[in-house]
């Protein structure tokens, strides 16, 4: 294993893989600092330019993107008060009130210096973790991935905030979008509705691009606003001087906040499609649980950022895990990189380390590299990151469309990718607007077909149902899939009450 890290290394630093390393993570700090655009949405922005590279490259540049995305979206949220990115929110619990008081430098590199570590420590499972799940997972026959795809949309759908209904609802329509197209095993047409470009089903990156990049400018474009205050942000001038010495005795004098709050990102990764949102908010919410000062959390303390910056770079490694061990995307921005591999012609999944052992440990190398390559742009740069994020949304949100059609179109020179890509992006508005949530929609797209696929496999293996439930391992994956949707029915129940209790108390008053 070491040899082969070695060698990815050794290959990595190449300047045919370091070029687009670098660039990806250049970009990725510049979309992770500017308010509104996403990492997913900057990820498939650069993807059409992957397409004429090595997937090797493609992938480096692709992985710069995710690390510096994480990374550079701490800048708006301390500087600001307005997260960068959706997992950097719980950043500006503690990071804005910091730099009100004072102290801008501190808490920006408190989160850069606990990003580097949560990225670094995160690697370390990335790498030990990998190749002993995929070879776990090739134990699994069709039962077993059927029922592991089941648990996969069972777990997100109980874990979006709004009400399991709506999220088991979108995982559904989802799974209905890989309906479309020709039959899987007998080639017949179904629900075409006489549309020729349908035969072949519903390419999957033009409905990734439309649901999360269309709908998500569409709905920043009807809250615009907040440059006034970064402009006088930016008028008021900001020192961020520091010391480095003193910023990393603050982190390193917490260990327990930087190695459990890193460890609940890489679990939150390793969950399909939940995201590092969820892993910022979590984190930050166990490292106030955990303090004997928990009053202090929301007042500038350095335990708030570590926390929530920490967990959020960890999150990278674990999605980076379960797309590699089991070909399933972690989150959105490896949702594309499994595209990608799909253009490219490599199946991901519990063969991919055995039959693609460069371009795995090359993405270990990348990863790696990645936040070494990030610390050196933001100790060269960090200055003129507050001028990058007052940019004017009304420019940067037109160009982004512009390019998320140009890479829809390029997928296959075809007007349809185009279509896909406006009808998706309107139905992700929608859903939107009516509170369906977006992952598991998308998660029910990518495996809707191998959940079909898998179960037509075990019953024409053998036509016995009872297998599913008395294979061990497919077994338990349906229990735990059960145990997932039982939890979250509990938590949405007690969340109600405690909200009812809440009014309750307030009418009282």
Request: glycine letters at 12%.
């Amino acid at each position: 294993m070491f040899e082969l890290l070695g060698a990815g290394l050794a290959g990595m630093l190449q300047l045919k893989y370091l070029a687009p390393l670098a660039i990806g993570a250049l970009v990725g700090v510049v979309g992770g600092a500017i308010p509104g655009i996403t990492i997913t949405m900057t990820v498939i922005v650069v993807l059409p330019f992957t397409f004429g590279l090595e997937p090797l490259q493609g992938l480096a540049a692709m992985i710069g993107v995710y690390v510096g995305g994480e990374t550079g979206g701490l800048i708006a949220s301390c500087l600001l008060g307005i997260p960068g990115k959706p997992s950097a929110v719980a950043t500006t619990f503690d990071g804005f009130p910091m730099a009100r008081k004072g102290e801008p430098g501190r808490a920006i590199w408190l989160g850069i210096w606990a990003s580097i570590f949560g990225g670094l420590l995160g690697a370390i499972v990335l790498i030990a973790a990998t190749e002993p799940l995929a070879r776990f997972a090739l134990q699994f026959g069709p039962w077993e991935y059927f029922s592991l795809f089941i648990l996969a949309l069972s777990m997100v759908a109980g874990l979006v905030e709004s009400s399991l209904a709506k999220g088991l609802a979108s995982g559904a329509l989802g799974c209905v979008v890989t309906i479309l197209g020709n039959d899987p095993v007998l080639g017949r047409e179904r629900l075409t509705l006489g549309i020729p470009w349908l035969e072949g089903g519903i390419p999957f990156l033009p409905v990734l691009i439309g649901v999360f990049a269309f709908a998500q400018i569409m709905s920043d474009v009807e809250k615009m606003g907040g440059a006034a205050s970064a402009e006088q942000a930016l008028d008021r001038g900001v020192s961020l001087a520091v010391s480095h010495a003193r910023v990393l005795w603050d982190i390193l004098s917490r260990p327990f906040v930087l190695l459990w709050c890193s460890f609940i990102g890489l679990v939150i990764g390793v969950l399909p499609a939940i995201g590092g949102s969820a892993a910022n908010m979590l984190a930050w919410d166990q490292a106030k649980k955990f303090s004997r000062h928990p009053e202090k959390f929301g007042t500038g303390i350095p335990e708030g950022i570590i926390a929530s910056e920490s967990s959020n770079n960890a999150n990278v490694a674990g999605s980076l895990v379960t797309i590699m061990a089991f070909g399933i995307p972690g989150d959105a921005v490896t949702a594309v990189m499994l595209g990608a591999l799909t253009v490219h012609g490599i199946q991901s999944g519990p063969l991919f380390i055995s039959q693609n052992a460069q371009i795995a440990y090359g993405m270990f190398a990348a990863y790696i590299l990645a936040h070494a390559i990030v610390l050196a742009i933001l100790l060269l740069g960090v200055r003129w990151m507050l001028r990058i994020v007052v940019v004017p949304r009304s420019i940067l949100f037109p160009v982004v469309l512009v390019l998320c059609t140009v890479g829809a179109y390029a997928l296959g020179n075809a007007m349809a990718s185009v279509y896909v890509l406006l009808v998706f992006g309107v139905a992700g508005y929608a859903m939107v607007k009516v509170g369906f949530p977006l992952a598991p929609f998308i998660l029910g797209v990518i495996l809707g077909d191998q959940i079909e696929v898998n179960l037509i496999r075990a019953l024409m293996t053998n036509p016995d149902p009872w297998l599913f439930l008395t294979r061990p391992i497919s077994g338990l994956l349906l229990g735990a899939a059960v145990l997932s949707i039982a939890a979250a029915l509990w938590q949405h129940h007690r969340q109600r009450r405690r909200m009812a209790a809440a009014g309750a108390g307030d009418a009282d008053f």
